[in-house]
């Protein structure tokens, strides 16, 4: 049943598109949807019965607000520009990079030939994205050497390395013509849209013939050259009979979640798959749609010359807003693949539900106990801080994130701090404010999303350092608990309120195992960022004592070998690779 103050706010709805954004009691945006008709979409929520997800939203609202666009498309547009702004609990978001690789051919008069993820409005060539990183690689290795652009910084005046091996065409001590360039160029897009017959037509020649010379060792590097170039061109059969790059998307619902499947088709072949699963609240079409404009916003994906998508879709919008042909086939090889699409989402989901426990008395229904019991409103994640140090030196924090009742590690932090003092209480107090202000003054700037509930591993000092911190320099109100221990150093009560009450939680309910939970993780992720802290500090100090080795050096040893066992066991030849002479790396092993 809708509230008064909702119920006034449904009657100001107006018969236009727009975007609607739904607020919890704490006026923080928890929803953000759009719709063609705002006073029927809106209404929806509140005069039909709901459950899982949606049931939860909808208890959660205690205000709404609205913005009529003139158009669905600008509708779609300030959707996703709401999503990435407020990054509401309840919207599918989707994190930046896609962790695949792309080969790129830089936009620039020496143009040169790279791996990237991150994919970039600057009129450079791009491909992919690609299934394998290492194979990529090994490929953009493979065209450095048959089809070379740059590989030095410029010029020099004389022709680098690279030039006598082949490998470059020598800006590096002449103009080189831009027609050369755009020649070699068109024979590497050529190479990376599939035409690569010839290329290893010529390859399994060579590596005949070394075979037959009986120089093995070539013949080896020539037959891995042939597999990086299958596993990157030529990832699985051909599936189409052209060349047009595509995206294709499906899903499945169920039980209130949606399961996405993205199939990247390049060269005429399908190159990678993408899953996805989410629990959602909208219609699963309107989920998908904008998953779908997320998706090449968010992720920064090249964008394929067309996009395939199932019936039931806004074609049309969506084909506004990307500015790439949307189409859903009706019959033929593409039709196919898309029913294979929906096949792997329904798999996917069906694996899902089977291995979750989705067991909400365990988790969120563990974090509603401890928001009870501290008399705060629900709410979804709870940010944890503890400190380490030995003796006052080498200072840490850490900070874990819980988002109903699981942690999520993805937004875990580290912090080394800079308050090192012979007193541990003005220690702790000290380093509370240090890492409270870091932590949320930068997500002050950021704009971004701030926790329900901070919880400090350390009783009432750090407790109010915090308070006093987030209060006073950050006017923010945010409530802080602190984690109480008992003599033998277990989980044991909170501490919270003005008067640092102490509030217990039944030792077994779910609410007592997840602050356990909790303040355990936090104190292992603090113990071992300083372990980690501590032997990156004692190796350098032992390398500072040796004679003739400055910073540049350490560096370089640090980065290639970890540990001093590591360097103990290098040769000195090993440690001459890294550019240090072989009086050094002598004495180095010496004082080792």
């Keep these: 049943m809708a509230s008064e103050h909702i119920e006034h706010k449904l009657s100001l709805l107006p018969d236009l598109p727009g975007c609607y954004q739904m607020k919890d009691i704490t006026g923080k945006i928890i929803y953000v949807g759009k719709a063609k008709n705002l006073k029927n979409r809106v209404r929806s929520y509140f005069k039909s019965s709901h459950d899982g997800k949606t049931a939860r939203l909808v208890a959660e609202i205690a205000d709404l607000d609205f913005i009529v666009t003139s158009t669905d498309k600008e509708a779609f547009l300030l959707e996703i520009t709401l999503i990435q702004k407020y990054q509401p609990y309840y919207n599918i978001k989707l994190k930046k990079g896609t962790g695949y690789p792309y080969i790129k051919i830089t936009n620039e008069r020496d143009p040169q030939i790279m791996i990237t993820g991150d994919v970039k409005k600057d009129d450079a060539y791009y491909f992919g994205p690609y299934p394998n ?346 409530p802080v608990a602190g984690m109480v221990k008992n003599n033998k150093h277990k989980t044991a009560a909170l501490l919270y309120g003005d008067a640092d009450e102490m509030i217990n939680l039944d030792p077994k309910s779910q609410g007592f195992y997840l602050l356990e939970r909790i303040q355990e993780e936090v104190h292992r992720f603090a113990i071992t960022f300083h372990r980690q802290l501590r032997g990156k500090n004692s190796l350098s100090s032992r390398l500072e004592n040796i004679k003739g080795v400055g910073p540049k050096t350490r560096t370089k040893l640090l980065k290639e070998f970890k540990t001093i066992n590591h360097i103990k066991e290098a040769s000195v030849e090993d440690i001459q690779a890294l550019g240090i002479s072989k009086q050094t790396a002598q004495l180095i092993k010496l004082s080792l």
């Design 133 to 478: 990183v290492y194979a990529a690689q090994e490929t953009m290795h493979f065209i450095q050497r048959v089809y070379p652009l740059r590989r030095c910084n410029g010029y020099q005046g004389r022709p680098c390395l690279y030039y006598h091996m082949g490998q470059c065409l020598g800006p590096c001590f002449r103009e080189v013509p831009v027609e050369e360039y755009q020649a070699q160029i068109e024979r590497i897009k050529r190479f990376l849209n599939g035409n690569v017959g010839k290329v290893k037509q010529q390859l399994t020649a060579k590596m005949t013939a070394a075979a037959n010379e009986m120089q093995f060792e070539r013949a080896a590097e020539i037959r891995d050259q042939l597999h990086y170039i299958e596993a990157t061109v030529e990832k699985q059969k051909i599936i189409s009979t052209d060349h047009t790059t595509r995206d294709l998307f499906n899903f499945y619902m169920d039980k209130g979640w949606i399961s996405i499947q993205v199939f990247f088709i390049r060269q005429a072949r399908l190159m990678k798959r993408e899953s996805r699963l989410f629990p959602i609240v909208n219609t699963a079409e309107e989920e998908f749609e904008s998953f779908i404009l997320q998706f090449y916003d968010c992720k920064n994906n090249v964008k394929p010359r067309e996009i395939l998508v199932p019936k039931g879709i806004d074609n049309a919008v969506l084909e506004q807003v990307l500015e790439v042909p949307v189409r859903t086939p009706q019959r033929g090889e593409k039709r196919a693949l898309l029913e294979l699409a929906e096949k792997n989402s329904r798999i996917k989901l069906e694996e899902k539900f089977r291995l979750m426990e989705l067991d909400n008395r365990t988790t969120v229904g563990a974090q509603d106990e401890i928001m009870t019991a501290l008399g705060l409103p629900k709410g979804h994640v709870i940010e944890a801080f503890d400190h380490s140090h030995i003796q006052g030196t080498d200072p840490v924090s850490a900070m874990v994130q819980f988002e109903d009742g699981r942690p999520a590690k993805q937004n875990y932090r580290k912090y080394k701090l800079a308050q090192d003092a012979d007193d541990h209480s003005a220690n702790e107090d000290a380093n509370t404010r240090e890492v409270i202000y870091r932590r949320y003054s930068r997500l002050l700037k950021e704009k971004a999303p701030l926790p329900d509930l901070i919880l400090m591993d350390g009783g009432a000092i750090e407790m109010n350092a915090a308070k006093d911190v987030l209060e006073n320099e950050l006017n923010l109100d945010i």
